[in-house]
């Protein structure tokens, strides 16, 4: 399983930005898939997901009302959608997929992509 992030940047408090995932050749819905990220200094967080089958929504609490996650199976890409940036949003962010679940411990990992939120 190969996946590959895009859309980072800088990016001024207060803006948005748009985070892809690009996963050719599986079926998205096969998978627990989704977005975690690593500030400096800090531990890998997941940031939302999707469940395997049911395709069922996490959102961490703490970031709810401002990023939401979606896919396009027909391009096989995750997104995540950021708005109302803040400094403490500043770090790599990874897509990865499971087999089975959605967790820390997922099973592939794509290059991360950095965020840098400027005060």
């Known amino acids: 399983v190969q996946l590959q992030a895009s859309g980072g940047g800088l990016v001024q408090s207060g803006g948005s930005l748009r985070l892809s995932c690009a996963a050719p050749?599986?079926?998205?819905?096969?998978?627990?898939i989704g977005w975690f990220h690593q500030a400096p200094g800090k531990e890998r967080e997941a940031v939302a997901c999707?469940?395997?089958?049911?395709?069922?929504?996490y959102v961490a609490d703490r970031l709810r009302g401002r990023f939401a996650i979606s896919r396009d199976s027909s391009k096989n890409t995750l997104y995540l959608q950021m708005n109302n940036l803040g400094p403490e949003d500043t770090a790599v962010y990874y897509c990865a997929a499971d087999k089975d679940f959605c967790y820390l411990g997922m099973d592939y990992w794509g290059k991360g992509t950095q965020v840098t939120v400027s005060s």
């Open positions: 050749g599986i079926t998205l819905a096969d998978y627990a």
């Open positions: 999707f469940s395997k089958g049911n395709g069922a929504k």
